[in-house]
């Protein structure tokens, strides 16, 4: 779990400083150290994997981590989630919000900074039997790997079904290749739901080699593969020197020796799928590709036989409670507010994306008010 989370993070942050830097103001170096070090956290975590269940000291200091990691997410995913209402807001409350984040940041600095001091003890020390076996990981180029959601699990409702099938599709059936879709317009939650599958323990536990990718409208192939080989921890420097042909091969022949999962996230042309399938060889080993798409063709296109999975809206119940979520403490709303906040929740119409924004502007006018 902790890998995860950190994994998610760093890529995460890397979106930020590429694609919302005009956001970060204020905050821009904060964020780049905040990169810096938690790509040392990942490769501890990654060399310490084998020592966790033997050494206390390294499973705190692996959970000090993972706790460091989640409060980042959080000030980081106010970032994402509401870069289009930064966009509208006045230059005045702009000011106050990166204000917000850079105390926030500031803090979370402070915990990794003494998180780190650790971390350093235990690779100069060599205790523990833990030795840095990603020397010069972080001085890499690391490939430029776009967006990858981060998804507050405990605030992701309505999924359980949802999810259940996208487990069954996944582990399930036929020991050949499938392409399974999910599809729906956009702010439905079809990256949420992928995540929220990927995650799962069951499913790390099934598939021995995992990766995610961001595709959207504009993608490098190389990147692509690049990015993928990055999330097997299987990048080397040559790497970087091939073309993307080159790349393409060296992916598929690592692929085929296990069972494997990659999730292509937000496709957005059958161009694109074309253009990315020959890296994903078919060995009947129950592998699987889980794409997301706004484009019901794409997915068929991918697979022609399977039927992709349409997601749903949300309830008025569903959204009533994603709502309280974001916006009451503990979920729970004061008893005068229940009704405006159920006829606002219905006003969505279900979609996640307008709910999260809703709520996002809601907080900001009670903070406002304060
Ligand atoms: N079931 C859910 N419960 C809670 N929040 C959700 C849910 N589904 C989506 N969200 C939230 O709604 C927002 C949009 O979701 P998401 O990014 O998954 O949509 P998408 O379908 O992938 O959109 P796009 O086509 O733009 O990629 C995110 O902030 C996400 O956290
Ligand atoms: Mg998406």
Redesign the pocket.
Known sequence: MADAVVEFLLLNLKQLLLYHVDLLSGVKDQVESLHRELSLMKAFLKDSREKRSEYEYVRELVSQITVVAYEAEDII?TF??NAAMQKARSTVRRAFHVFDHSSMLRNVAKEIESIKVKVKEIYDKKMFGIQNLHDGESSRRSPPLKRV????EE?????DE?AKTMRSLLTNGSEELQIIS?V?????????????VYTDPSIEYHFYNRAWIYV?QQYSRKEVFLGILDSLSLITDEMYKMNDEKLAIELSSHLRSKRYLVVI??VWTMEAWDDLKMAFPNTASGSRILL???NRDVASYANPEGSPHH?RF?TNE?SWE?LS??VFRKGICPLELEDIGLQIAKKCYG???A??VVSGLLLKKEKTRD
């Open positions: 995913d994402v989630t959601p981060i998804v507050e605030n992701v409702v309505g999924f949802e999910i729906g317009m956009g702010g439905l939650g079809k990256t949420t739901l992928a995540k929220e959207s996230d937000d997301t798409t706004r997601l949300l569903e994603l979520k974001k979609l996640p994306l709910i999260v």
